[in-house]
């Protein structure tokens, strides 16, 4: 597609419950990342992927939250019993990875924990 | 870890005028990235301006040009002749140059209001 597919968009769920967020990035693009990002704030880090190789998982704050990205294309973001605090925008972005390549940013996923 | 610093939470601008936006980093490193995204209320992130560190020439993309001071570790962006779609959130962005350091950081942004 011409940009990075967050869905769904908006998830209300109750507490307790698992959710997975899924990001489809741009084609060709070797860098996948996570953010979190509350109201007013900039995006924090949670976790990236080259191709799909989790490179990095040190942001994710606890193990309720993973990632994958079996095919080095699509991935999925899980967060399990999910409790309040974890309401928030997640945003994926992808990036060719290399040099002064800009991260570009999918609309996010706006989570809501009831 | 790299930090990003943006110390201006909120600024504002006659619609019309040039502000600048500060911003600074701290890194051991000598080559990486720098970026400055837009986020206006509709929430998307929009890429406004890109500096690498290797580079003496300060980046320019129309009305937005950056103050890239490497000794400083200090990356403000200009806005000239602001206008009402100017307003939005502000992030400045840091990346590693270094193979395994794809990792972007952001500062927590500076809110920029255009009065008409």
């Known amino acids: 597609g011409a940009g990075v597919s967050q869905s769904p968009r908006y998830k209300v769920t109750k507490r307790g419950q698992d959710v997975a967020l899924r990001c489809d990035p741009i084609?060709?693009?070797?860098?996948l990342y996570w953010y979190r990002q509350a109201l007013g704030q900039g995006p924090e880090f949670l976790t990236y992927?080259?191709?799909?190789?989790?490179?990095?998982k040190s942001g994710l704050p606890n193990d309720r939250f993973s990632a994958e990205r079996p095919e080095g294309s699509i991935s999925t973001l899980t967060i399990q019993r999910t409790e309040q605090r974890d309401s928030a925008m997640y945003r994926c972005?992808?990036?060719?990875?290399?040099?002064?390549?800009?991260?570009?940013f999918g609309d996010g996923t706006r989570l809501s924990i009831l | 870890a790299q930090t990003v610093t943006q110390s201006q939470p909120e600024m504002s601008v006659q619609e019309a005028e040039t502000v600048t936006l500060s911003c600074t980093y701290d890194t051991s490193e000598s080559d990486y990235y720098l970026f400055w995204y837009k986020q206006p209320p509709s929430r998307q992130m929009i890429l406004v301006i890109r500096?690498?560190?290797?580079?003496?020439q300060n980046a320019t993309e129309n009305r937005f040009s950056v103050n890239f001071q490497k000794a400083a570790k200090s990356f403000s962006l200009k806005i000239s002749d602001s206008q009402l779609g100017d307003a939005a959130m502000y992030f400045c962005?840091?990346?590693?140059?270094?193979?395994?350091?794809?990792?972007?950081?952001f500062g927590t942004g500076t809110s920029l209001t255009v009065i008409p």
């Open positions: 972005a992808s990036s060719l990875g290399v040099g002064n390549q800009p991260q570009h």
């Open positions: 500096q690498e560190a290797y580079k003496q």
């Open positions: 084609s060709g693009h070797v860098s």
């Open positions: 992927f080259n191709y799909e190789a989790q490179q990095d």
């Open positions: 962005a840091y990346r590693s140059e270094a193979p395994a350091g794809n990792q972007f950081y």
